[in-house]
């Protein structure tokens, strides 16, 4: 701690006279302190980049898949009955469905119980082990076994039914006090054509009949108890062939039907190239792409304001917030400036874009689809597209524009987004080589060992200040 004793024979103000001192003392400090708030903006600005850079990473994984160039669109003539979906690979055209059935669960409603409380504890008559068995996809019959504990309500019971993994669930309806039990899936798995999909074992009948009051009685409209049974999905593909499913979807030749009621008659799907879907899908890798190149082109364009160093804490102690904001944004203008892992980079993902790729079709580049760079050099290289053509594109040889983005070779053939996605690789690894990421230690980047060295000099250079004073 320094002691001073500020002139009391010579009348001098000697505690003034120290701070205009060390005030040119200070300048070397006032330096170091000025570049470490630079590099501290550079890394910033370094990440800024990246977070774009790492977007249209993420957009180019999708940009690969074969769906984005030649989505399908199925429009369904009776949509409250039958809609599709189609996959990439599906051939265009008409098709005529009848759905006659719909495939339905089975449900068992049980007589109405007197005086039960669902929340009650059961009496010890219910106690022991009961089974029923339900049949897997191949008909065989599955069985499930549930307790009855000491303890248990009526609703811990139905629940315990509910949570096996057995293709069925038990409730009680407060209202009709009845129990319900039903099947979790739809259409026939019984190989028996007119047999029940849940049946109940032989020793355990008594308690699902007489305890939860079900039946193995068809279902009575009038009492309006037993058991409704399941049905399978039946409908007719281009009038001739007649098909049955457990399911009230169904997969065929690339269309995936979902039946929501019978048909009046044949319903007509038709199945096109959904051309602007996969427009949209490269106009939104185009834009990002653009994003980028802008963001990286205006940070080697902006000028470097030497008059602008960044601020000391005294300086901003005189300043407001909004002209320090105003001052810091002259002071980072052009702070990557020169900046050769942006530069290069730049001119790598242009290069990319450009390069020559063999389809097999008249279309090898991106000017055969309507996508040119823009000639106004300030722009730096952005994409300009001419949209029709690219829509004539994708509407007359979708596959070929397939290929020329998204084929996955190593030779001349490979796409334009495998070999973007090196190029943007390759930038996201250089910019963590000289700005790191946030989780990163001084000593993972470059920039970060010069802070930290500027950091031991700085805390030198206090300690020296301190003795000077």
């Known amino acids: 701690m320094v002691m001073r004793v500020g002139g009391l024979a010579t009348g001098m103000d000697l505690e003034a006279m120290v701070n205009k001192l060390m005030e040119a003392e200070r300048m070397p400090l006032i330096r170091m302190e000025q570049d470490k708030q630079k590099l501290e903006w550079k890394r910033d600005a370094f990440r800024d980049i990246n977070r774009s850079v790492l977007e249209l990473d993420e957009m180019l994984f999708d940009m690969k898949m074969s769906y984005t160039y030649n989505p399908k669109m199925v429009t369904s003539s009776q949509e409250n009955a039958i809609t599709a979906t189609a996959n990439s690979n599906t051939h265009n055209g008409i098709y005529e469905i009848n759905v006659t059935q719909l495939a339905t669960s089975e449900i068992n409603v049980g007589d109405e119980l007197d005086g039960i409380d669902p929340n009650q504890v059961l009496d010890e008559q219910w106690i022991g082990t009961y089974t029923f068995h339900t049949f897997n996809k191949d008909g065989e019959s599955v069985h499930h076994t549930f307790e009855v504990k000491e303890g248990d309500t009526l609703n811990d019971v139905l629940n315990r039914i509910t949570r096996e993994d057995n293709n069925a669930r038990a409730f009680y309806d407060a209202q009709s006090k009845r129990v319900v039990l039903e099947t979790t899936r739809t259409g026939k798995y019984n190989p028996d054509e007119n047999g029940p999909e849940i049946v109940f074992d032989a020793e355990s009948n008594a308690f699902f009949t007489e305890k939860l009051g079900l039946t193995t009685q068809a279902y009575d409209s009038d009492t309006k108890t037993g058991v409704r049974e399941a049905q399978n999905a039946k409908f007719t593909y281009n009038n001739g062939l007649e ?35 996969s427009f949209e899908s490269i106009m939104g890798l185009i834009d990002k792409y653009n994003e980028l190149i802008e963001k990286m082109n205006q940070s080697q364009m902006e000028r470097v304001n030497r008059d602008y160093p960044p601020l000391t804490d005294e ?3 005189e300043m407001t917030e909004d002209q320090i904001e105003k001052w810091e944004e002259q002071a980072k203008s052009g702070i990557l400036r020169g900046e050769s892992v942006i530069s290069n980079n730049m001119y790598s993902m242009r290069r990319t874009w450009y390069s020559r790729v063999e389809t097999g079709t008249e279309i090898t580049s991106i000017n055969d689809i309507g996508i040119t760079t823009s000639k106004n050099y300030l722009d730096g290289g952005k994409l300009i597209v001419d949209e029709n053509k690219l829509k004539e ?27 973007l996605e090196d190029t943007v690789k390759d930038t996201k690894n250089r910019i963590e080589e000289r700005a790191g990421k ?12 010069r802070l930290k060295e500027l950091n031991e000099r700085i805390s030198k250079f206090e300690k020296r200040m301190m003795q000077v004073e």
């Open 243 to 277: 098909i049955e499913t457990q399911s009230n979807s169904y997969e065929l030749s690339g269309i995936t039907f979902q039946f929501h009621n019978v048909t009046d008659g044949n319903a007509r799907l038709s199945v096109e190239t959904d051309v602007d879907t």
């Open 315 to 317: 300086q901003k102690e």
């Open 393 to 419: 594109a994708l509407r007359d040889n979708p596959d070929a524009v397939y290929k020329l983005f998204s084929n996955n070779s190593d030779d001349d053939s490979r796409g334009i987004i495998q070999r």
């Open 438 to 449: 946030s989780t990163h230690t001084l000593d993972n980047y470059t920039l970060g060992k």
